[in-house]
């Protein structure tokens, strides 16, 4: 049997001035220069001030989905599940327009802290026909009485190449309110800058 700092069966990078010890230590090290990055200026890693100071973003369209009333899974191992029917709507913005239609679904996991993850995947049907396979993943969390629940998604796309491939160089911010009354969702997206 090996001893600790029999270093033979490492890879080459591990070898000769390390052994299994140092290298338990390695995470620790991690941490120590994400803490002094944390600290130092931002020009040290590249970045100005201007680029850390807050993000931007640029409008992109707008939607309006009709659900389906919700499909109780129930408790599971994650969490109590349901399952939403999309019943289609439509979206709009300066750049993009046209339908959802009927077919996708949205999952929602209510968590034993009190939040809930939603996964939402359905199509957008541009008004020129491209078809744009969409992933909406969030978090709502309850923020108290009488004020309005923290509902923020990311959103990915995958349009075909051409026209709306810009949908697909980009990260997304979309901001939701749903109705439960009217049982339609409205949904912003943004890109983020």
Sequence with gaps: MADETDTGELPEFLSDQHNRRSVMTVPAKVATIAVA????????????QDE???FQSEFVFEA?????????????KFGSRRVVDLLGGSFQGPNIKGEIPPGGTSVYVDRPDGATVVNAQYVLKTDDGAIIYTLNEGLIVPMGEGKPPYIRTTASFEAPIGKYDWLN?????????????????????????
């Design 64 to 76: 309006s989905i009709k659900r389906a009333d919700a499909m109780n899974v129930g408790p599971s």
């Design 52 to 54: 850390t100071a807050a």
């Design 37 to 48: 990055a944390s600290i130092l200026p931002k020009e040290v890693f590249g970045m100005s």
């Design 169 to 193: 160089k980009a990260l997304y911010l979309g901001l939701a309110h749903p109705n439960p009354v009217a049982q339609t969702s409205h949904l912003r997206i943004y890109k983020i800058l």
